[in-house]
């Protein structure tokens, strides 16, 4: 969220419309490959309770004293409660995003929902009779707390898409979300789809944005209340991709951006010098029936890139004896292999200047793994997905808010 709040990274060429946003290609064009234009949003401040995050963050967003910005690895419970205390201030900043964790809400998981019993470090509690404020299901309440704190212009929220059919699950955020400080303007969640948006990917996610109201032009006030939003103050953005026989706002959608597109110039692990790519998952192919074991298809979008795979990532091609449909490759004499770190990334719509698998200095000790490696790379949201929000939010600014 935080690359595509800020831009300037580099995308497939298939992924942009340039019927839809023709300031998105730049007047040289590498190759394939196009480098979006930077946002005028900037990330001062990101949390996460991963080590791995934070060497990663650290190691992507470097400090600069023009522009300083922070990571901080802390609980946000234990921000939060800081905060309250005086001992820890939030950044004063326009928008805050986040992804409160999504593990209770997912349909590939237990689906505990606020019942989880897991703490807000992710720990598992034995010696509770039921969930509290501060576990796992409840980390929404505490990203709302930050918003209360901050009172940012926006907010934009994001989880699986699983939450919205658990019950009243979307309604009750929405409300408690409605109700911080001065009030904020929570327009009905959206699920998005990567794929619409030019990422390679099948990613559903819930979309989550309020607006404070004491900032609203009168006009926007008017419209967003009248329960029937025009196209131009919508603000979710408009889908790029799809199927072509189909229009959106008359406007003719491309094609799926393909795995293809964004995979087949990187070439075989063994022959790149690009640590993120040389690292993939050895782990063995235990039958189509078992999550993680298909093969993806080069012509066709990838399955969303998941996080709890422990090992079971994707192949990138599959043998003959196991079913593989790669002949265009494994008549080359190209392994059976999951796909690596890097392509996991590529996926996702990271440009390959983003280190993934990170070694210490001087030692052949790891800071990130391709374990730790794949988990960041599949709790993340698509950074051309991240873009797409941001651009729609900057270009309704100068509209629905005050000066």
């Known amino acids: ?146 918003i209360e704190l901050i009172l940012p212009s926006v907010f934009v929220a994001e989880n699986v898409k699983g939450l919205v059919s658990l019950g009243d699950t979307k309604k009750i955020i929405e409300h408690d979300f409605r109700n911080v400080g001065p009030g904020y303007l929570v327009v009905e969640a959206k699920i998005l789809n990567a794929k619409n948006f030019g990422v390679p990917q099948n990613r559903e996610r819930v979309i989550f944005i309020g607006l404070r109201t004491d900032r609203l032009t009168d006009e926007a006030i008017h419209v967003y209340y009248s329960g029937n939003v025009p196209d131009n103050y919508d603000l979710y953005p408009l889908e790029t991709h799809g199927n072509t026989d189909n229009f959106f706002a008359n406007i003719p959608v491309l094609p799926y951006s393909t795995t293809r597109n964004y995979l087949t110039d990187l070439g075989e692990p063994s022959d790149s010098k690009d640590l993120s790519h040389q ?46 449909v790669n002949l265009e ?13 890097r392509e996991c990334a590529r996926i996702q719509t990271f440009p390959d200047n983003f280190e993934f698998v990170v070694k210490e200095e001087n030692s052949p000790r790891f800071r990130i793994n391709g374990s730790d490696a794949y988990k960041l790379i599949g709790n993340a949201v698509p950074p051309l997905l991240a873009y797409h929000l941001a651009s729609r939010l900057e270009h309704l600014w100068p509209l629905i808010f005050k000066e």
């Open 1 to 146: 969220m935080d690359l595509g709040f800020e831009g300037g990274f580099r995308v497939h060429k298939s992924s942009v419309n340039p019927k839809i946003h023709p300031t998105w290609y730049p007047n040289e064009i590498d190759g394939d490959w196009i480098t979006l234009p930077r946002t005028s949003f900037y990330t001062t401040f990101a949390n996460d309770i991963l080590k791995s995050a934070e060497t990663f963050w650290q190691t992507n967003f470097p400090y600069s004293p023009d522009q300083p910005r922070r990571f901080c690895r802390d609980s946000i419970v234990d921000l939060v409660k800081r905060a309250w205390q005086g001992a820890f201030q939030f950044p004063s900043v326009d928008v805050v995003t986040g992804g409160f964790p999504c593990q209770d809400f997912s349909l590939a998981g237990n689906r505990k929902g606020f019942l989880s019993k897991k703490d807000h470090n992710g720990e598992k509690i034995a010696d509770i009779d039921a969930p509290t404020i501060e576990t796992r299901g409840m980390l929404y309440y505490w990203m709302r707390n930050v």
């Open 279 to 324: 690292i993939f998952s050895k782990a063995k192919f235990y039958g189509k029936h078992c999550q993680g074991n298909r093969e993806i298809n080069l012509d066709e979008v990838s399955p969303t890139i998941r996080s709890e795979h422990h090992g079971n990532i994707e192949f990138r091609r599959l043998s003959a004896e196991n079913g593989g």
């Open 329 to 341: 490759e494994l008549s080359k004499g190209f392994p059976e292999r999951r796909l690596s770190v």
